[in-house]
């Protein structure tokens, strides 16, 4: 009989499925290795949920590309694309148009760029890229101290000058709001891929840390954004403010109705966040216009999304998608 490696580290570490382990780097790594049937496989983390890298995704305009698990097949030169959030860093590389990986570590504002150039070079490793093989790379960041970090480690491990995401660069978005310098780059990356990938208008929602929710007008312009606590916070803050509710799994229970204080919470936690999506979806229409596109991604979503009555695809790697979709129109006005 076999026994999963995942079941026997999580019986130590109790990782919360839809969060990055908060253990070292290298555990984390060896956390997405798990044995099974006597065989190895690997796993794809973004999003927080494990999905297949054979995994085949349509765009929008029809055309598809398949996460790559064939090292020997890749094509020689691989591009970055690398998401600095307040409680993850999400890192992908695409080839040719093609997402070879996806993953993610915890950020950390207290490691070196050694340190992030030795966590980086050994995910590489996992994935057999060498970082020869790195042809340029590009960072989206809201923690403005490590941006400059991880931009060294880059540098120190692959021997590149990431590009980092701001409006200077020929994102083919505008911007129409009081201060356009405010809006977060993890903001504008998304607007990037709904233009760049679905019909507009769009409703672009981020369930990281905070939720943020992003409109699109038809001509791809970001006419605003709502931002409020993301769903783990919220679960954080009501764990730690009250005296008789603990820690929970997020998952979605079997009913709204709770009837014990797990499923009380759970329904709370996630058909609230579902009910909200939902209410602000109207209201966000009600103001942009019918929506031709409503897409969510981070960590929370794929949690939560299900449960919207509107339809709403979940897409993981919709900040990754529009930092390559950046990274070409760059390098093409070159």
């Not at 679905?198 to 409703?203: H, Q």
């Not at 900040?319 to 760059?330: F, H, S």
Request: charge should be negative.
């Amino acid at each position: 009989m076999h026994v999963s490696l995942l079941t026997i580290f999580g019986a130590v570490c109790r990782p919360n499925p839809f969060r990055a382990a908060r253990v070292p780097g290298r555990l984390n790594w060896f956390l997405l290795k798990f044995y099974e049937g006597g065989r190895m496989f690997s796993t794809d983390v973004c999003g927080g949920h494990a999905v297949n890298f054979s995994i085949d995704k349509t765009r929008a305009d029809g055309a598809s590309y398949i996460h790559n698990n064939k090292p020997e097949e890749r094509a020689a030169r691989m591009v970055l694309t690398i998401d600095i959030g307040n409680t993850n860093i999400v890192l992908g590389g695409y080839e040719n148009g093609a997402l070879g990986f996806c993953t993610r570590i915890s950020t950390d504002k207290s490691l070196e760029a050694d340190q992030y150039a030795l966590e980086l070079s050994g995910i590489l490793n996992l994935y057999k890229v060498a970082g020869e093989n790195i042809e340029g790379a590009i960072i989206s960041s809201v923690v403005p101290q490590i941006t400059d970090t991880v931009a060294r480690a880059l540098r120190m491990f692959a021997g590149v000058e990431p590009l980092k995401l701001t409006q200077e660069l020929p994102t083919g978005v505008g911007v129409n709001i009081d201060t356009p310098s405010e809006l977060g780059a993890d903001l504008l990356a998304g607007a990037i891929a709904a233009k760049a990938l679905y019909p507009l208008p769009a409703i672009v929602i981020d369930m990281g840390t905070a939720t943020k929710i992003t409109a699109v007008d038809e001509q791809g312009t970001v006419q605003g954004v709502s931002i409020m606590p993301g769903v783990f916070i919220s679960l954080d803050a009501l764990v730690n403010g009250t005296s008789l509710l603990k820690g929970i799994a997020t998952n979605a229970p079997v009913r709204a109705i709770g009837k014990n204080t797990v499923e009380s919470m759970q329904s709370g936690v996630v058909f609230g966040a579902a009910s909200m999506l939902d209410g602000m979806v109207e209201r966000f229409e009600a103001e942009l216009g019918p929506a031709k596109t409503l897409v969510a991604t981070g960590g929370a979503a794929g949690i939560v999304v299900p449960h919207c009555r509107h339809s709403v695809q979940y897409v993981p790697t919709l900040i990754l998608d529009g930092l390559y979709a950046v990274y070409c129109r760059t390098h093409a006005a070159l």
